[in-house]
């Protein structure tokens, strides 16, 4: 067992390094090759079975690289499913205008089924890099990796080079493909690793073509392959490690939230400060150049920014617009920071308010309700009254106004009535409604944040539950990145989040306060 013993050493000092330096590829790449030398020399003098030193090596890396990239997404599985749901729903918009328009129907299935498949691709990518390492049925490990690496190269590619299709052009219209353009992209990263590292669309996408060559070395030198142990040892050790990590993805969303976040919204985070960072790095971005469009022509140009302006004149308003602008990069790296975007139910911004709140506050946080809602109607009484003028010389004016009845109307109006699953409801009622009202009774505020909700809807999910909160609204991507739970309960102080719960984990308020709140 030696072998697993080193990799798991060097992988958790992987992890120990990426939490204090900025990861990136080209380190995570050498992390990699240092495993899988390591891992080489482990095969060759104590296995004694290996037919070809490359093989070994390739096997190896390859293993070692699969495991750790398919490690840091089962650290937290919802997030590759929302990486998924969003393959799926720009799949359909791009097949159904199109020759395969037949195979719109399942997209929409795949994304009601993309935390199955997300948990499934991620032990999938783990077990064949187990499967690598110790040389686990080498043809079938040989297939089973292509076949995984011309998926990834399929999304991480769509990924790319939707970067060349205009908004609004259909990918499978190439003579609509122009320049190529970061803001075109239809997904704008791939989720290779998670939320660890974010790579370039271009770099994912040779990184995964790269990828093709091993593979298709491996199908066709299988008989190279090294095996480590015996056939009984290998199946046994592929065996625990399946159940090992079915337990260990669900245990990061269905019964608490990610062990190691690596999202921007973790633990101690300042959000106030960083927001502030962000949004001032962006307004003092370097315009580079402008994208120019011939009205007549349709040609389009790119035109450095001093060069336009000191020859307006080549670009008259009425032969050329001004479509684009060509930005650098700003100071700092942009997160998803960037996108907190609060609004209260009647629209008003409110982003400012709950980041500058003083103190600290409790935010639940609910991606998405889960309730349908049924036509319904409902008779509600109108009252009309007259207005009667009665003049008297004891007021001052001469005359009052008196306003009586004249009549009770009874008008049958229209409205949804929301009717909420039961298991989502049971949530708040037995987890939420107790704590919210234990916060209020120690003047803690408390706010709930909703996604994907409008005001008739939100209303009548407080009519219905009776918390007692305000509430507010926002993008349910962003509300799916700060807590990977639903309802998710966030600890807030100063604009920075203190802490936050799985509503399976949420502990007693009592504890909350002497933990947290002074």
Known sequence: MRINLSFTLLFKTSFTFAKKNNMTLTVILIYVGIAAIILTLITVFAFKTHKSWLMTFLQNYVGAFFIFSGWVKAVDPLGTAYKMEQYFAEFEATFEATWFSFLTPLFPFLSSM?????????????????MLIIGSRPKLTSWAFLLLVAFFTFLTGFTYLTGYVPNGGNFFDFGSWSDYNVNNMRVTDCGCFGDFIKLAPKVSFFKDVILLFPAFFFLFRYQDFHTCFSSKV?????????????????????????????RPFKKGADIASQKQAETDAQANVQVLGFVLENKNSGEVIQVPYNDYLANLANYPSDTWKVTDQVLGEPAIPLTKISDFDISDIYGHPATDQLLLEKGPYIMIVCHKTYGSGNQATKVVEDTVFVMDTIYNDAYQEGYVIEKNVERIDKNTVSFTNYIWKDYYAKRFEEVIKPFVSDARRNG????????????AKILDFESDLELGIDYYVADDILLKTIVRSNPGIVLWEDGKILDKWHYKKLPSFEEVKNLHIK
Do not use: H, W
């Not at 065996?239 to 608490?256: A, E, K, Q, R």
């Not at 803690?444 to 005001?455: E, H, L, N, P, Y």
């Open 114 to 130: 993309a935390v199955q498949f997300a948990v499934l691709m991620i032990i999938f990518e783990i077990i064949l890099g187990i």
């Open 234 to 262: 290998r199946g046994s050790v592929l065996t625990v490690s399946l159940i090992g990590l079915v337990i260990y993805c669900m245990s990061n969303y269905v019964s608490d939230i990610p062990k190691l976040d690596f």
């Open 444 to 455: 803690i505020k408390t706010v709930a944040v909703i996604g994907g909700a409008d005001k």
